[in-house]
């Protein structure tokens, strides 16, 4: 692996937020233009401008966050169509687990590049305990 020196990658000339949003769009938080994903959640290095995303380890907030979100968004559905329309507990059963299901899958992504990008824009790595 070759050693990328860091500090050598200028953060000023954007705001947090725009870090947060490139990550969000599944881009690099820096140049805004390469991917760092290199798996559904693996993250790796930005294939543009090279900066050492994969040492960044934004191992349990993507998932907190993903649950927090998906939460609030069934919760309230679930109660309102119970309320409203009454189905069967076998269809209740079936259609917000795979709902849930699906919703988590497809926010997790999103989720950890928003991570990943304040994780870098605040240099910091996650292995701050070890």
């Not at 692996?1 to 860091?6: E, G, L, N, Q, Y």
């Not at 949003?21 to 294939?47: E, N």
Request: aromatic share 10%; proline share 6%; charged share 15%.
């Amino acid at each position: 692996m070759i050693a990328v020196d860091t500090q050598s990658y200028s953060r000023d000339s954007y705001s947090t937020m725009t870090a947060i949003l490139r990550g969000f769009r599944r881009t690099c938080p820096h140049c805004g233009k390469g991917s760092f994903f290199t798996g559904y959640l693996k993250v790796g290095d930005c294939k543009s401008c090279n900066a050492p995303l994969a040492e960044i380890r934004a191992d349990d907030m993507p998932p907190y966050l993903t649950i927090f979100i998906v939460g609030h968004i069934i919760i309230p559905a679930l109660v309102l169509v119970e309320a409203a329309y009454a189905p069967p507990m076998w269809m209740q059963t079936v259609g917000w687990s795979a709902l849930t299901l699906g919703l988590t899958l497809g926010f997790l992504p999103y989720i950890k590049g928003a991570v990943v990008g304040l994780m870098w824009h605040l240099k910091m790595k996650g292995d701050e305990q070890r």
